[in-house]
């Protein structure tokens, strides 16, 4: 992409975790000056020294390229970047509430007033952190109470949609941009801003702020649902004898349904998925309207109860009790390509599978250190088959292409029993019965 004209555009980027540092690195990309920020004084040590503090495919390689090129600088200070910016896009988390549904919207509010307290210039402040419907109108008060700029300092929203695995493209070639402006002149801003994202063909949706924020959660809620549904169809088809795989194809090969997110297995999770269709739910109670989105109770429920299943059938597999039965569990991610074990479905059946008295060994091809940190109770193993040897029971948790790719005749060779639970619907049976296997999976046969 060619550099954008002058350097009219000095963006800050403040949250630089998957989504900031992803997004800093992609618009320095497309020719912007751009300031990254972040509390966490470690991570932006090591992204200045060119190290993605997290494995997202393709962005160590244009962060190496954004530094070189002096586009791209990293800081702890929101003063610095109050000073340097004239778009500022606010990254943060916003996590779950302890105790709650609700979404936890401290580090936004934390960071949006020290960042406006800088703001002495008419500024626009771009929040793309999900966040409840409303939270932007709240936001826009509290940022003109303390900005020295007053309200010349505009807030809007932009949602992100990108997924942790493929980033990187899904910054520079989004499905579609939406814009929660309040004037014009943000609206101006905005397309200039992504006028390399837009002039390549992105659609813009603009549209107030409140609306910009629901889009999020409701697409969210949307996918959740999908995944919840299919998960729900092999709870009937475990009781009926039907098998939920071939009853996924052919749902998905109607159009208007379509096969994406229809794959059954363990389900979702991840730093994203459950938060916000809880946040979401939350919020609604809030507006008044959770009859509305109380379905979602039940998809979070659907969702759960797949990762209970899924322990039942590994002690299924195993002859009824777990006490002692050593466990191969390929996968800790919350899904493949990534590193993030934040609500990661793998871990939590492997843990489970731990506490009910089973031996796990654990590997992932990119999540070793986040999962021994945050499980130092399992064990862990060097490969696929370093940790199925002597294995009593294999469990594909995290759909890495490199597990499907196993060959089920040389796996055999080292585990004690064959006997796997495809937990995520990824391996052929017909391929691992001809070697040997006994195959299981839910909703199957
Ligand atoms: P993350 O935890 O990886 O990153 C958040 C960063 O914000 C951290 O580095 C943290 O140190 C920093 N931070 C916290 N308080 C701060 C402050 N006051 N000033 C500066 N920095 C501060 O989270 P993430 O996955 O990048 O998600 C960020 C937001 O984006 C969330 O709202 C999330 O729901 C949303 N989102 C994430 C994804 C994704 O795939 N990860 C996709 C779309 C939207």
């Known amino acids: 992409t060619e550099p954008v004209d002058g350097a009219a555009h000095r963006l800050t980027v403040i949250g630089t975790g998957y989504l900031g540092a992803t997004h800093a690195v992609c618009m320095a990309a497309l020719g912007y000056q751009v300031l990254g920020v972040d509390v966490d004084a470690n991570k932006i040590e090591r992204l200045a020294a060119g190290e993605v503090p997290f494995?997202?495919?393709?962005?160590?390689?244009?962060?190496?390229?954004?530094?070189?090129?002096?586009?791209?600088?990293?800081?702890?200070?929101?003063?610095?970047?109050?000073?340097?910016?004239?778009?500022?896009?606010l990254c943060v988390g916003t996590p779950q509430r302890a105790g709650s549904y609700a979404a936890d919207l401290r580090h936004v509010e934390a960071a949006l007033i020290t960042l406006a307290r800088g703001l002495h210039r008419r500024a626009l402040v771009v929040g793309k952190s999900t966040v409840p419907v409303g939270t932007a109108a709240r936001l826009t008060d509290l940022m003109?109470?303390?900005?020295?700029?007053?309200?010349?300092?505009?807030?809007?929203?932009?949602?992100?949609?990108?997924?942790?695995g493929f980033a990187v493209?899904?910054?520079?070639?989004?499905?579609?941009?939406?814009?929660?402006?309040?004037?014009?002149?943000?609206?101006r801003r905005?397309?200039?801003v992504f006028a390399p994202v837009v002039d390549q063909g992105c659609p813009v949706l603009v549209t107030d702020p409140q609306t910009a924020e629901l889009v999020k959660v409701a697409a969210n809620g949307f996918l959740a649902t999908k995944i919840s549904y299919i998960n729900a169809m092999a709870e009937v088809c475990e009781a009926s004898g039907a098998d939920v795989h071939d009853l996924a194809t052919a749902l998905g090969l109607d159009e208007r349904i379509g096969s994406r997110f229809l794959r059954p297995g363990l389900g979702f999770g991840g730093g994203c998925l459950p938060k916000d269709i809880r946040a979401f739910m939350h919020r609604?109670?809030?507006?008044?309207?959770?009859?509305?989105?109380?379905?979602?109770?039940?998809?979070?429920?659907?969702?759960?109860?797949?990762?209970?299943?899924?322990?039942?059938?590994?002690?299924?597999?195993a002859g009824g009790d777990l006490r002692g039965v050593r466990?191969?569990?390929?996968?800790?991610?919350?899904?493949?390509?990534?590193?993030?074990?934040?609500?990661?479905?793998?871990?939590?059946?492997?843990?489970?599978?731990h506490r009910a008295g089973a031996r796990v060994w654990v590997f992932d091809p990119v999540a070793m250190a986040n999962a021994r940190r945050a499980y130092p109770a399992l064990e862990y193993g060097d490969s696929a088959f370093d940790v199925a040897t002597g294995a009593d029971v294999v469990v594909l948790l995290t759909e890495w292409s490199q597990f499907r790719e196993i060959d089920p005749?040389?796996?055999?060779?080292?585990?004690?029993?064959?006997?796997?639970?495809?937990?995520?619907?990824?391996?052929?049976?017909?391929?691992?019965?001809?070697?040997?296997?006994?195959?299981?999976?839910?909703?199957?046969?």
């Open 327 to 353: 466990v191969a569990a390929l996968g800790a991610a919350f899904k493949p390509n990534s590193d993030d074990i934040r609500d990661a479905p793998a871990l939590d059946v492997a843990s489970a599978l």
């Open 55 to 89: 494995f997202e495919p393709g962005l160590p390689e244009l962060l190496a390229k954004a530094l070189d090129s002096g586009r791209l600088r990293f800081t702890t200070s929101l003063a610095e970047a109050a000073d340097f910016g004239d778009v500022h896009f």
């Open 284 to 317: 609604a109670e809030e507006l008044g309207v959770g009859r509305a989105v109380a379905f979602l109770g039940e998809v979070d429920g659907i969702n759960q109860r797949s990762r209970e299943r899924m322990v039942d059938l590994v002690r299924d597999l």
């Open 190 to 192: 905005l397309r200039e």
């Open 409 to 445: 005749a040389a796996l055999r060779t080292v585990v004690a029993r064959p006997r796997i639970a495809d937990g995520r619907h990824a391996l052929d049976p017909a391929r691992w019965q001809a070697a040997g296997w006994e195959y299981r999976a839910l909703g199957r046969p």
């Open 144 to 164: 003109h109470a303390v900005s020295p700029a007053g309200d010349a300092v505009e807030l809007a929203w932009n949602p992100e949609f990108l997924r942790e």
């Open 169 to 187: 493209d899904d910054t520079m070639r989004p499905d579609r941009l939406v814009f929660g402006v309040s004037s014009r002149w943000a609206e």
